[in-house]
Nanobody, 123 residues
Framework: QVQLIDSGGGLVQPGGSLRLSCAAS????????MGWFRQAPGKEREFVAV????????YYADSVKGRFTISRDNAKNTLYLQMNSLKPEDTAVYSC????????????????WGQGTQVTVSS
């Protein structure tokens, strides 16, 4: 059972950047497809970006395409989300998640979750 720890959130002005990290507890990280999801107050959790276990295949929500980049370093057991050109509507709690098998965009297919990190975009 892999444990995930999210970090890197904070307060940033519109147009700014942040990089989120998700550290996994052990080397089985390299066998999992990984994803980033977010949940804003009063809204359902939504898909942001996912990547296959080798990082070859990636998918992005339309709302973040061209601004966010998901990547992973299997040697460091870490997943990243580089977020550029941030907008107020990106404000949410961001969580990483892991699943065996193919990458998927539905949150209910993921078995393991980080605790979440708050991202606030405001002037």
């Amino acid at each position: 059972q892999v444990q995930l720890i999210d970090s890197g959130g904070g307060l940033v002005q519109p147009g700014g950047s942040l990089r989120l990290s998700c550290a996994a507890s052990d080397r089985t990280f390299s066998t999992y497809a990984m994803g980033w999801f977010r949940q804003a107050p009063g809204k359902e959790r939504e898909f942001v970006a996912v990547t296959s276990w080798r990082g070859v295949t990636t998918y992005y929500a339309d709302s973040v395409k061209g601004r966010f980049t998901i990547s992973r370093d299997n040697a460091k057991n870490t997943l990243y989300l580089q977020m550029n050109s941030l907008k107020p509507e990106d404000t949410a709690v961001y969580s990483c998640a892991a699943k065996l098998g193919l990458a998927a965009t539905r949150a209910n297919e993921y078995d393991y979750w980080g605790q979440g990190t708050q991202v606030t975009v405001s002037s």
